[in-house]
């Protein structure tokens, strides 16, 4: 395909999260070649990211529907909204929802790529979504993966359908900023399982009475917060430890904390530790996939164990302790990652798509 005039993302929504703001940086890249973009979201209908103006979003949440008859219900709209729309080239997101749509265009002739968007051996999908991905994957057009993770968890022969393709990185932020440090370290992502906030505030509880001038701030929403707040409450760290919420700005947040701690128990690729490394600010994850494709312990960051609690908060220790040395791994970690950029990253997309 040598011109995509006609693009359609789907996806479960497009709230805060790491393949939402992919869509926005693939959106803008695409708006400005001129190409006409509409995103379908199928389970809610909000928008935590600004889009180009003219980008369509067409929410097919099913709200009438349920249990049986709300897959049924997607499959027709994704289905009729094809049939009508006639997009050059669909990218589905996430394992469940690739399915459905692969499901929904088993006859049309339309290319179809899917993009798997976490860990695929750790995200609770369940035998039947591993084993339906498995039978319908070598019928896509092709298959984005983020890691070579994810790709060597699927068999060979979708694996030659799919390339590996990392996160765009769109930081609008003034560099040339001096850092104003005030003793915080800093984790952003949804309050949610997968990323271990738990973790992360009784690693801060084993070293806030011997460094009292640190605090910790959490930005993101999710069904943990209240959870969180109850055991900030039982660490009797209310003063020292801060669910911050939502922020627009961000960037402007982590670029002036301490130290970027990302405590998940899984990851597909971190936006939030990429956006950290390219704001070279020191960082600590835990050796999740993704992570350790990102991170060479010792050299650009620092990687410990999954759930391992003594070992976060000695890593804490180390960066307080050592901050000229953070400050020297940061340096490293933001030139390894300037190849993320956005534009480089969404001419890989684009290139993928038009094959």
Not at 199 to 211: D, G, P, Q, T, V
Request: charged share 25%.
């Amino acid at each position: 395909m040598s011109k995509i005039n006609k693009i359609t993302f789907i996806l479960g929504s497009m709230a805060g999260g790491g393949a939402e703001r992919v869509i926005s940086n693939l959106t803008e890249y695409y708006h400005n070649q001129s190409v006409n973009i509409e995103i379908l979201t199928l389970l809610n209908d909000r928008l935590d990211y600004e889009l180009p103006k003219g980008v369509k979003i067409n929410y097919l949440s099913a709200k009438n529907s349920s249990g049986v008859f709300r897959p049924i219900a997607w499959l027709w709209k994704i289905r009729r909204y094809v049939k009508s729309e006639q997009p050059d080239v669909i990218v589905s997101f996430f394992a469940k929802i690739n399915i459905l749509v692969l499901f929904a265009l088993l006859r049309s002739d339309i290319p179809v790529f899917v993009s798997e968007r976490n860990d695929p051996n750790a995200d609770n999908r369940g035998l039947i979504v591993k084993y339906l991905t498995f039978i319908l994957y070598p019928l896509s057009t092709g298959i984005i993966f983020q890691t070579k993770h994810a790709k060597d968890c699927f068999p060979k022969h979708i694996q030659r359908k799919s390339t590996i393709i990392a996160n765009p990185i769109n930081i609008k932020f003034d560099f040339t900023k001096k850092k104003t440090l005030n003793n915080t370290i800093i984790s952003v992502g949804k309050l949610m399982e997968q990323k271990n906030h738990k973790l992360l505030i009784n690693a801060f509880s084993l070293i806030a009475e011997k460094y009292p001038v640190y605090k910790l701030c959490i930005y993101g929403e999710g069904e943990l917060r209240e959870e969180l707040k109850e055991l900030i409450i039982e660490k009797k760290l209310e003063n020292r430890v801060f669910l911050m919420g939502r922020t627009k700005d961000v960037f402007h947040v982590v670029y002036n904390a301490d130290m970027f701690i990302l405590s998940s128990n899984y990851e597909g690729l971190s936006n939030a530790l990429l956006e950290a490394m390219m704001l070279e600010t020191p960082v600590i994850s835990t050796n999740c996939a993704g992570s350790n494709e990102l991170i060479e312990h010792g050299m650009n960051g620092i990687l410990v164990n999954i759930n391992d609690l003594e070992s976060l908060a000695l890593a804490i220790e180390d960066i307080i302790n050592n901050y000229d040395d953070a400050v020297t791994r940061a340096t490293i970690a933001k030139k390894q990652v300037l190849n993320f950029s956005s534009d480089n990253i969404c001419e890989k997309w684009d290139d993928f798509l038009k094959k």
